[in-house]
């Protein structure tokens, strides 16, 4: 029964997608119809613990999702949008230096403890945009991008997307994974890391919230285009943050440790 409620909820979002392509097209409208339905996501949000709005934030959810992707898939525009509404309503956007490139987290207000976020990640090719969406399930690890770094080596463009989550109150994780757009497809599986056993396509770690309760700043990965170097933060086996980090640095093909 869930599987056929999924579907007709899909079909009706494509049905209303299709309907809306005849009116709407101009980037304030399309931003407008976006506003509209993820306003309904953040209200029913706030209201999900009373009669009935956690279904209506599922469908407000879906709605919105394949809105989302097909306007970032039909016009090409779309990936050169601010959509500062639509961040004042705490949508996380991040676009690659060169433009090719760009992602699309909200948080579903779904998750029970923790955050869990729904995705779009949009490319160009060819003038055109191509749009994927990624939705899991409540429960499972779900993330958001906060960053993209943009890393030409050897002729072939990485894009370095930097990704968040949070667990519950007391477990985080952050991650860094390798895209490139190959052969009109967008590739995230791209080896990036190579370590003394295997080569790898992100790097990710996960730490207790508490160690960082009285930091300043919030720890980080960054890139450094200058000594083309990706610095993680260290976590001791407790999974406790410590101020130390761990750099890797491009050696021609690959991403490798620095011996400390």
Known sequence: ???????????????????SAQTISSPQAIEADL????????????????????????KMNSIFAFKLKYYTSKYPFTIDLKFTSLVK???????????????????????????????ILQYKVNGQTLSLLKMDPPGKEAYWFPKIYTFTANNKTMYLAVYNSVMSASKAGQGIRAYAIEKGVLNGRVPMVKTPTAVLSRLYYEYNLQSVADWDTFPSITFDYTTKTIRTPLVDFSGKMTRKFITYKFTGRFFEKVKS
């Open 1 to 19: 029964m869930k599987a056929i409620k999924l579907f007709v909820v899909c079909c009706c979002c494509l049905v209303t997608a299709n309907l």
């Open 35 to 58: 506003l509209r339905i993820f306003k309904r996501v953040n209200y029913y949000g706030a209201h999900k613990k009373e009669w009935k709005a956690v279904d209506s934030l599922k």
């Open 89 to 119: 309503e705490r949508m996380v956007i991040a676009t690659s230096a060169d433009g090719m490139f760009r992602t699309y987290s909200w948080d579903t207000r779904l998750g029970n403890g923790g955050y869990d976020f729904d995705n």
